[in-house]
Nanobody, 127 residues
Framework: QVKLVESGGGSVQNGGALRLSCEASGLPANNHCIYWFRESPGGRRVGVAHIEGDDWPAYADSVEGRATISRDKSKNIIYRQMNSLEPGDSGVYYC?????????????????????WGQGTQVTVSS
Protein backbone atom coordinates (compact mmCIF):
# COMPACT_ATOMS: atom_id res chain seq x y z
CA GLN A 1 0.00 0.00 0.00
CA VAL A 2 1.04 3.59 -0.58
CA LYS A 3 2.35 5.32 2.52
CA LEU A 4 3.58 8.90 2.84
CA VAL A 5 5.12 10.34 5.99
CA GLU A 6 6.00 14.04 6.26
CA SER A 7 8.47 15.52 8.71
CA GLY A 8 10.64 18.58 9.19
CA GLY A 9 8.08 21.20 10.13
CA GLY A 10 8.50 23.61 12.98
CA SER A 11 8.39 27.22 14.08
CA VAL A 12 10.84 29.72 12.59
CA GLN A 13 11.28 33.47 12.36
CA ASN A 14 10.58 35.47 9.25
CA GLY A 15 13.40 34.85 6.79
CA GLY A 16 14.30 31.48 8.22
CA ALA A 17 14.54 28.14 6.48
CA LEU A 18 13.20 24.62 6.83
CA ARG A 19 13.64 21.38 4.95
CA LEU A 20 10.59 19.18 4.77
CA SER A 21 10.84 15.48 4.04
CA CYS A 22 8.36 13.03 2.60
CA GLU A 23 9.19 9.37 3.03
CA ALA A 24 7.29 7.35 0.47
CA SER A 25 6.69 3.64 0.16
CA GLY A 26 4.58 1.50 -2.11
CA LEU A 27 5.02 3.81 -5.10
CA PRO A 28 5.96 2.62 -8.60
CA ALA A 29 9.48 3.60 -9.61
CA ASN A 30 9.62 6.49 -12.09
CA ASN A 31 5.90 6.35 -12.76
CA HIS A 32 4.34 8.77 -10.33
CA CYS A 33 4.10 12.40 -9.29
CA ILE A 34 4.70 13.76 -5.82
CA TYR A 35 3.02 17.03 -4.86
CA TRP A 36 3.51 19.34 -1.91
CA PHE A 37 0.42 21.14 -0.66
CA ARG A 38 -0.04 23.86 1.93
CA GLU A 39 -3.23 24.02 3.96
CA SER A 40 -3.97 27.45 5.39
CA PRO A 41 -5.73 27.99 8.73
CA GLY A 42 -8.94 28.49 6.77
CA GLY A 43 -8.73 24.94 5.46
CA ARG A 44 -7.83 25.66 1.85
CA ARG A 45 -5.28 23.25 0.48
CA VAL A 46 -3.21 24.52 -2.46
CA GLY A 47 -0.34 22.87 -4.27
CA VAL A 48 3.00 24.65 -4.04
CA ALA A 49 5.37 22.24 -5.82
CA HIS A 50 5.62 18.91 -7.56
CA ILE A 51 8.22 16.55 -8.95
CA GLU A 52 7.77 13.94 -11.65
CA GLY A 53 9.20 10.46 -11.79
CA ASP A 54 12.01 11.76 -14.01
CA ASP A 55 12.93 14.21 -11.23
CA TRP A 56 11.70 17.33 -13.00
CA PRO A 57 10.54 19.83 -10.39
CA ALA A 58 8.06 22.67 -10.74
CA TYR A 59 6.84 25.34 -8.36
CA ALA A 60 3.90 27.58 -7.72
CA ASP A 61 4.48 31.28 -8.32
CA SER A 62 4.18 32.00 -4.62
CA VAL A 63 7.33 30.01 -3.80
CA GLU A 64 9.35 30.22 -7.03
CA GLY A 65 12.91 31.19 -6.19
CA ARG A 66 12.52 30.41 -2.49
CA ALA A 67 11.96 26.67 -2.53
CA THR A 68 13.42 23.58 -4.13
CA ILE A 69 12.10 20.06 -4.36
CA SER A 70 14.36 17.07 -4.90
CA ARG A 71 14.41 13.33 -4.46
CA ASP A 72 16.85 10.86 -2.97
CA LYS A 73 15.94 7.74 -4.91
CA SER A 74 18.16 5.45 -2.87
CA LYS A 75 16.23 6.34 0.28
CA ASN A 76 12.89 7.00 -1.43
CA ILE A 77 12.65 10.42 0.20
CA ILE A 78 11.37 13.63 -1.39
CA TYR A 79 12.72 16.87 0.08
CA ARG A 80 11.37 20.38 -0.03
CA GLN A 81 13.89 23.03 0.99
CA MET A 82 12.16 26.25 2.02
CA ASN A 83 14.20 29.45 2.30
CA SER A 84 13.35 33.07 3.07
CA LEU A 85 10.18 31.97 4.78
CA GLU A 86 7.37 34.47 5.28
CA PRO A 87 4.33 34.42 7.56
CA GLY A 88 2.23 33.66 4.50
CA ASP A 89 4.07 30.36 4.16
CA SER A 90 2.57 29.12 7.42
CA GLY A 91 0.28 26.14 7.32
CA VAL A 92 0.16 22.39 7.39
CA TYR A 93 2.24 20.90 4.60
CA TYR A 94 1.21 17.63 3.02
CA CYS A 95 2.80 15.47 0.39
CA UNK A 96 0.52 13.65 -2.00
CA UNK A 97 1.10 11.06 -4.68
CA UNK A 98 -0.53 10.36 -8.01
CA UNK A 99 0.16 7.09 -9.82
CA UNK A 100 0.83 8.84 -13.12
CA UNK A 101 4.16 9.60 -14.73
CA UNK A 102 3.13 13.16 -15.52
CA UNK A 103 2.37 15.88 -13.02
CA UNK A 104 -0.49 18.29 -13.63
CA UNK A 105 -0.38 21.95 -12.69
CA UNK A 106 -4.17 21.92 -12.55
CA UNK A 107 -4.01 19.51 -9.63
CA UNK A 108 -2.47 22.27 -7.50
CA UNK A 109 -5.96 23.67 -7.12
CA UNK A 110 -7.79 20.34 -7.12
CA UNK A 111 -6.56 18.28 -4.18
CA UNK A 112 -9.75 16.25 -4.30
CA UNK A 113 -8.35 14.52 -7.39
CA UNK A 114 -5.48 13.03 -5.39
CA UNK A 115 -5.98 9.99 -3.21
CA UNK A 116 -2.68 9.30 -1.45
CA TRP A 117 -1.76 11.70 1.35
CA GLY A 118 0.49 11.91 4.34
CA GLN A 119 -0.51 13.17 7.77
CA GLY A 120 1.00 16.64 7.31
CA THR A 121 3.62 18.64 9.15
CA GLN A 122 3.03 22.06 10.71
CA VAL A 123 5.04 25.08 9.58
CA THR A 124 4.73 28.33 11.52
CA VAL A 125 6.59 31.47 10.46
CA SER A 126 6.61 34.32 12.96
CA SER A 127 7.08 37.97 12.07
Amino acid sequence: QVKLVESGGGSVQNGGALRLSCEASGLPANNHCIYWFRESPGGRRVGVAHIEGDDWPAYADSVEGRATISRDKSKNIIYRQMNSLEPGDSGVYYCAADLDRLCYFSYHSAPELLHHWGQGTQVTVSS
